[in-house]
């Protein structure tokens, strides 16, 4: 069974829009949150510290399914959606504190060796944290 992470951040009152409700901007740090959360999980972000092996953002989209409001907390659980030999791709699903689900929003990382300026394999020790 594949690795699955939950944070909750709480929403600030400065993500709001016009109409009162989240700004869809906001759902992009949540995301963002997340997958950090995810990556430091996995080992990635230490990897990145000593081999100067990271990722990069191949793609990112977001489905909004419910209004999120304010005040209250959002809560998002981060699973794997796919595993490729040099990419892998992150679901967020995302709730309200009553439960329900307002958005999903899913990342394509790309494993990025940064020496030598190209993708590369997910490493071993990364690939079966995730698998």
Not at 51 to 66: D, L, R
Request: contains cysteine; aromatic residues 10%; glycine residues 4%.
């Amino acid at each position: 069974m594949s690795l699955v992470t939950n944070i909750s951040l709480r929403i600030d009152w400065s993500e709001l829009d016009v109409f009162g409700h989240v700004n869809n901007v906001a759902f992009n740090r949540y995301a963002q949150a997340a997958r950090l959360n995810y990556v430091d999980t996995i080992g990635l972000m230490e990897l990145h510290k000593t081999q100067n092996i990271g990722f990069m953002v191949a793609e990112t989209n977001c489905q909004f399914k419910k209004e999120l409001l304010f005040p209250g907390n959002i809560h998002i659980q981060t699973k794997i959606d796919f595993v490729k030999n040099t990419s892998f791709a992150l679901e967020h699903s995302m709730t309200n504190d009553s439960g329900e689900l307002v958005a999903i929003a899913k990342d394509v990382l790309v494993v990025f060796d940064f020496n030598k300026k190209e993708k590369c394999l997910i490493p071993e020790e990364i690939k079966e944290k995730i698998v």
